[in-house]
């Protein structure tokens, strides 16, 4: 499982999806599917088309990666996780080919989904990509609209060591035909999306340059969340728009949702303004979204998020010094394939540490992580666990603290 175990997992080909697929079928060619990558943002970009989808009232299929409580959180149908019995059904009369095929753990979990997808007959589906995009398992999916949310670091040991590079992997994810929406304008790769959707003939927009923010408001109050009035082409778009996912990054999210939705429009489906306020308010309910700045408790102020790269790091240390406080406690940990040093670096110096170790084989040692901590002056202490390293810094936080919990995806699931 490469979330787990890490590049020895990682399969650099469609061998084995493409042998799936016709073992299994092809269900993937039975519905359309909306295709998104990109190193930041996918996850919630997919949630939250998803809602707004089924709060139009179409069937809604919806896969994505990882999940943090249940596996089976990554396949979903009108927000309802996949049955057990179908989990294990699906390996039952396969077993024999996945012993011959030795596919991957997310090759695997891909041919489950678009079994199960196919079977129960969605009207659409939202897919995200696993990494990648050119050579990712989902990269077989029949589009309807390719999505690509923002290029940053992340994965560099197989998608390239260059922002450009990577966005060329990334960008395999665009079709003949297919309508492109671009979250974020990049300009040292901007180029890579036009060429790319040219040659495939391909109509291509940047949200970022249709949309824009005039306001926006974060409260804690009742929990995390965001009102935001945007503007489309300078005209007057949608007012107090709430969306539940209290993260800042949200705000990029929210021009990439909401120029997909323009698209799908343009497309036939019909996405009303109730539809998309209705799927913001509810992302949370109809999808099962976990951690992304997730209320943990009050007494004292804990919250969690999953950013765990240089870009996604970065927002969160943005965000916490939007967040009052007389103390900032973090319990942190990493997995050893990121840039550490690059993270560690741009932490908020005043915070009190608690490293811990996620529960995974490719979680860096606490100790290590501890070491490193002490070359960029962060203060700290070394705990046996995520959960242990939570209690001590919720034992230690005054009334007036703040506890924030992430680092990785992992660190974020031992505790939601």
């Known amino acids: 499982m490469f979330h787990r175990v890490g590049a020895a997992a ?16 092809a269900p993937e060619q039975s519905f359309p599917s909306i295709h998104i990558a990109g190193t930041n943002g996918k996850g919630s970009v997919s949630a939250l088309l998803a809602s707004i989808l089924q709060s139009a009232g179409y069937k809604t299929a919806l896969f994505t990666s990882p999940h943090l409580r249940d596996f089976r959180e990554r396949i979903r149908i009108n927000g309802k996780m996949i049955p057990k019995g179908e989990v294990t059904a699906f390996v039952s009369k396969y077993r024999n080919a996945f012993e011959t095929l030795q596919p991957s753990f997310f090759e695997m979990t891909f041919a489950l989904a678009m079994d199960y ?7 659409i589906a939202v ?9 990712d398992s989902t990269n077989i999916v029949r589009s309807i609209l390719s999505i690509i949310t923002n290029i940053g ?11 450009e590079k990577i966005a060329v992997e990334k960008a395999g994810i665009i079709k003949p035909g297919v ?7 990049q300009s040292k790769i901007d180029q890579i999306f036009i060429q790319k959707s040219a040659e495939a003939h391909a109509d291509i927009v940047f949200a970022d340059q249709q949309m824009d923010i005039e306001h926006f408001n974060f409260k804690l109050h009742p929990s995390p969340h965001l009102t935001m009035e945007i503007v489309r082409n300078n005209v007057e778009y949608l007012k107090q728009l709430k969306l539940p996912l209290g993260g800042l990054y949200q705000l990029k999210n929210t021009l990439t949702v909401l ?29 099962g979204i976990l951690g992304r700045w997730q209320l943990l408790s009050r007494k004292p102020l804990t919250l969690c998020d999953t950013a765990h790269n240089i ?13 009052p406080c007389e103390q900032l406690h973090v319990v942190f940990g ?30 860096l040692d606490a100790g290590e992580l501890f070491d490193k901590a002490q070359d960029y002056e962060l203060n700290g202490s070394l705990w046996p666990s995520v959960k242990e390293a939570l209690h001590a810094a919720q034992q230690a936080a005054g009334p007036k603290d703040l506890v924030f919990v992430g680092g990785s995806t992992f660190v974020v699931a031992e505790v939601v």
């Open 259 to 287: 120029e997909s939705v323009e698209q799908l429009r343009n497309s036939g489906y019909t996405i009303t303004e109730a539809h998309i306020y209705e799927g913001f308010n509810n992302v949370l309910k109809n999808t």
């Open 10 to 25: 990682y399969k650099d080909n469609l061998d084995n999806t493409l042998a799936l697929s016709k073992l299994t079928g």
């Open 179 to 185: 309508n492109v929406v671009i979250g974020e304008t």
């Open 153 to 163: 670091s992340d994965h560099m040991a197989f998608l390239g060591d260059t922002p």
């Open 127 to 135: 897919v995200e990509t696993g990494m990648g995009g050119r050579l």
């Open 117 to 123: 997808f196919a079977r129960n007959k969605p009207d």
């Open 334 to 363: 990493m997995v050893a394939d990121k840039e550490i040093d690059q993270i560690l670096e741009i932490l908020p110096h005043t915070a009190i540490y608690y490293f811990c170790k996620p529960d995974i084989p490719r979680g």
């Open 311 to 323: 870009n996604g790091i970065r927002e969160v240390v943005r965000q916490l010094r939007f967040i």
